[in-house]
C-alpha cells in the first residue's frame, strides 16, 4: 500500500468563542515551484555619506565607491554563505558612468546637487575600484549581479520623463573591459527604477525601453562569444506597473530578457512611527501574494522564458526604520517574505542592503550582523530550492513555509508566530500513512497544545530519530533588540570576530516542539522521506 506524501496539521480552539477546526495541509508528494539554488541576495548601493532622510544620514561609507573590501568582519560575513549572490545597484545608478574607453568627462565622484537627479550629481566608477571590487567579490565567491545606466545619452524633457535612444558605447567599453580583465558577471541589469507609474526619479516609455533591451543583449552576446558562459540579462528593476512589464516583454521580445527584476518596499515610508505594528500586521502581509500573483502571470502571459526576481526589497523605504529595520523584529516581514516569494515562482530575493542604510544585514560601522543577517544565513543554509504546498484555513498569526530541505531529502519547516500572546506545544506521534497531524487546543488566554505525527519512520522500537529546531527570540523579550537569540544564546562574533557557529537543538522526533509568541523557528526533519524531495 502506497503512503501519502502529505503532512497535516489539525488545530481546534476552545472554549467555544474560538471553537473550530482549523488544518493545515503541507503535500509532500510534489513541488509547488522551484528557486534558484541561491535565492538569497543582498544588494550594495551607490548612496554617499550625505543620503539624509528622517533626520538620519544612515549610508556612511557603505557605498560601492568607498565600502572598506578590506575589512576582516565583511569578508568572514559573506564567505559564511559560501556563494552569497550580490547586486551591485540602486538609485543613483543611472547617474554613474564609467572610467574607460573614450568617457570625456571626468571620473568624479558622486556628490550632492540641489538640482541633480535625486538630488546628486553623476558620478564615475574607476576602473581602479572596478578592480578591487572584482578582486574582493571573486575571492569570496560572491555571484555578481550589476546594475548599468539606462539613461546614458537620453534626454530630459519635463517631470520624470526622459526620451531618446540610450548611448550604449559608454556600457560597451564597461563590459569589454570587464570581460577582458576575465570578470565574472553573473547577470547585468539595465537601469534602476526608471519604468512605470511608480518610476522613482526617472521614467522612460516601455517601447524605448524594450528596443534598447535588444542592443544591450547584441552586446552582451558579442562580447562573450569568446568566454565560456554569457550573463544574463535582467530587468527593468523597478516596481511593478503591469501594463508596462508586459508590453517591454512583448517589444524586447523572445529570450532578451532572462529574468523580470522587480521591487518590493511594502511597509511603506520608513518615517512611519507605527512602523513595529506594520510589519507585525499579518493582512499587510498577506496583500504581497496579489502582487506576486500578478508579476507571475504576466510573465507567464508575455514573456513566459524569463523568471522572476525580487530585485530589490529592505521592507520600509527611504533607507529604512532607524532603530527598526536593524533589529530583531525586522525578521519577520522579512522571513514571511521569502517565505512567500517563493511559493509564486520568484527565483532569486535581493535584500536591500548587504551593508547601509537602516536596513543593512551588516553594521555598516563595525560591520557585525545584524538579526537579519542571521535569518538569511539560516534560509540559506536550511531551505532548499524545492516549495511544499502549504493549505490552511487557519488564522495567519502563525504563518508556515515548507521546503525540501537544502541537505538530503528532509523537509525543513519555517513557523513564524506573529501572534503576542499565545505559545504552540507541539506533540509528535507515529501514523502508518505517511503524513504529520497537528491538533491543538486553548485559548487567546492559554498554550495551544499541537501534535506532530510523523512518516513510517517515527516508530517507536526502530532506532531514535533526531529533528533540528533553530529557535529565533529577542534578547529579554525586547522586539527592537539588536541581538538575537538562538535557541537561548546570543548570536554574536567570536573572539576572532568569526560568524559563530549556528547549532541546532538535536531533540528526539517525537518529543514536544513549543513555538513562542513573538518568535520564529526553522524545524527540520531529515528523516521524512518526502518523495518530491528525492
Same mark, same amino acid.
Given at each position: 500500500?502506497?503512503?501519502?506524501?502529505?503532512?497535516?496539521?489539525?488545530?481546534?480552539?476552545?472554549? $467555544?468563542?474560538?471553537?473550530? !477546526?482549523?488544518? =493545515?495541509?503541507?503535500?509532500?508528494?510534489?513541488?509547488?515551484?522551484?528557486? #534558484?539554488?541561491?535565492?538569497?541576495?543582498?544588494t550594495i548601493d551607490w548612496w554617499p555619506h550625505d543620503k539624509c532622510n528622517y533626520k538620519h544620514c544612515p549610508w556612511g561609507s557603505s557605498s560601492i565607491l568607498n565600502l572598506n573590501l578590506s575589512h576582516p568582519s565583511l569578508k568572514k560575513a559573506i564567505e559564511a554563505f559560501r556563494s552569497l549572490r550580490i547586486r551591485l545597484g540602486g538609485s543613483l545608478e543611472d547617474q554613474v558612468v564609467y572610467g574607460v574607453g573614450n568617457l570625456e568627462s571626468p571620473c568624479d565622484p558622486l556628490k550632492a546637487e540641489k538640482n541633480g537627479l535625486l538630488g546628486f550629481s553623476k558620478g564615475c566608477l574607476p576602473m581602479k575600484r572596478w578592480d578591487e571590487l572584482n578582486n574582493f567579490l571573486a575571492k569570496t565567491g560572491v555571484i555578481v549581479t550589476f546594475g548599468l545606466n539606462a539613461l546614458y545619452g537620453r534626454r530630459h524633457i519635463k517631470g520624470k520623463v526622459w526620451e531618446g535612444a540610450w548611448d550604449s558605447t559608454n556600457a560597451h567599453d564597461f563590459i569589454k573591459y570587464t570581460v577582458s580583465k576575465g570578470y565574472k558577471i553573473d547577470s547585468w541589469e539595465f537601469g534602476n527604477e526608471i519604468c512605470g507609474r511608480a518610476s522613482y526619479g526617472a521614467n522612460i516609455d516601455a517601447e524605448l525601453y524594450g528596443n534598447d533591451l535588444i542592443k544591450l543583449k547584441k552586446i552582451i552576446e558579442d562580447l562573450y562569444e569568446n568566454s565560456d558562459s554569457t550573463p544574463s540579462l535582467l530587468a527593468p528593476g523597478g516596481f511593478f506597473d503591469q501594463v508596462w512589464f508586459a508590453k517591454l516583454l512583448q517589444v524586447s521580445g523572445l529570450g532578451i530578457v532572462d529574468s523580470v527584476t522587480h521591487h518590493i518596499y511594502n511597509l511603506g515610508p520608513a518615517g512611519n512611527?507605527?512602523?513595529?505594528?506594520?510589519?507585525?500586521?499579518?493582512?499587510?502581509?498577506? !496583500?504581497? $501574494?496579489?502582487?506576486?500573483?500578478?508579476? #507571475?502571470?504576466? =510573465?507567464?502571459?508575455?514573456? %513566459? +522564458?524569463?523568471?522572476? +526576481?525580487?530585485?530589490? %526589497?529592505?521592507? $520600509? %523605504?527611504?533607507?529604512?526604520?532607524? &532603530?527598526?529595520? &536593524?533589529?530583531?523584529?525586522?525578521?519577520? +516581514?522579512?522571513?514571511?517574505?521569502?517565505?512567500?516569494? %517563493?511559493?509564486?515562482?520568484?527565483?532569486?530575493?535581493?535584500?536591500?542592503?548587504?551593508?547601509?542604510? *537602516?536596513?543593512?544585514?551588516? *553594521? !555598516?560601522?563595525?560591520?557585525?550582523? *545584524?538579526? &537579519?543577517?542571521?535569518?538569511?544565513?539560516?534560509?540559506?543554509?536550511?531551505?532548499?530550492?524545492r516549495v511544499l504546498a502549504v493549505k490552511t484555513n487557519a488564522l495567519s498569526y502563525l504563518r508556515s513555509y515548507a521546503h525540501c530541505s537544502k541537505e538530503g531529502v528532509g523537509v525543513t519547516l519555517l513557523l513564524i508566530n506573529l501572534h503576542k500572546a499565545t505559545?504552540? =506545544?507541539?506533540?509528535?506521534?507515529?501514523?502508518?500513512?505517511?503524513?504529520?497531524h497537528l491538533e491543538a487546543q486553548g485559548s487567546r488566554y492559554l498554550n495551544k497544545t499541537v501534535s506532530w505525527i510523523g512518516s513510517k519512520d517515527f516508530e517507536p522500537d526502530g532506532p531514535k530519530l533526531f529533528r533540528e529546531e533553530y529557535h529565533l527570540t529577542p534578547e529579554d523579550g525586547y522586539l527592537r533588540s539588536h541581538t538575537m537569540f538562538l535557541n537561548g544564546k546570543p548570536l554574536e562574533l567570536t573572539e576572532n570576530g568569526d560568524i559563530p557557529i549556528l547549532k541546532p537543538a538535536q531533540v528526539d522526533v517525537n518529543s514536544e516542539i513549543s513555538i513562542a509568541h513573538l518568535s520564529i523557528a526553522f524545524i527540520v526533519f531529515p528523516n521524512f522521506h518526502a518523495s518530491a524531495c528525492a
Open positions: 500500500m502506497g503512503f501519502q506524501h502529505q503532512l497535516f496539521l489539525f488545530l481546534s480552539f476552545f472554549p $467555544a468563542i474560538l471553537a473550530g !477546526k482549523v488544518t =493545515i495541509t503541507v503535500d509532500t508528494s510534489k513541488t509547488i515551484a522551484e528557486t #534558484d539554488d541561491n535565492f538569497i541576495c543582498a512611527p507605527n512602523l513595529v505594528e506594520k510589519i507585525l500586521n499579518r493582512r499587510l502581509l498577506n !496583500k504581497l $501574494a496579489r502582487t506576486l500573483t500578478v508579476v #507571475d502571470q504576466t =510573465i507567464k502571459d508575455n514573456g %513566459s +522564458w524569463a523568471s522572476a +526576481w525580487i530585485g530589490e %526589497s529592505g521592507g $520600509a %523605504s527611504t533607507n529604512g526604520g532607524y &532603530d527598526v529595520s &536593524d533589529t530583531f523584529v525586522n525578521s519577520f +516581514w522579512y522571513l514571511d517574505q521569502l517565505g512567500m516569494a %517563493s511559493k509564486y515562482n520568484t527565483k532569486v530575493h535581493c535584500r536591500q542592503t548587504l551593508i547601509g542604510g *537602516n536596513y543593512g544585514l551588516l *553594521n !555598516k560601522e563595525t560591520f557585525a550582523p *545584524n538579526p &537579519d543577517y542571521y535569518s538569511a544565513l539560516l534560509w540559506h543554509r536550511l531551505m532548499g530550492k505559545d504552540y =506545544i507541539i506533540r509528535v506521534s507515529k501514523t502508518m500513512k505517511m503524513h504529520l
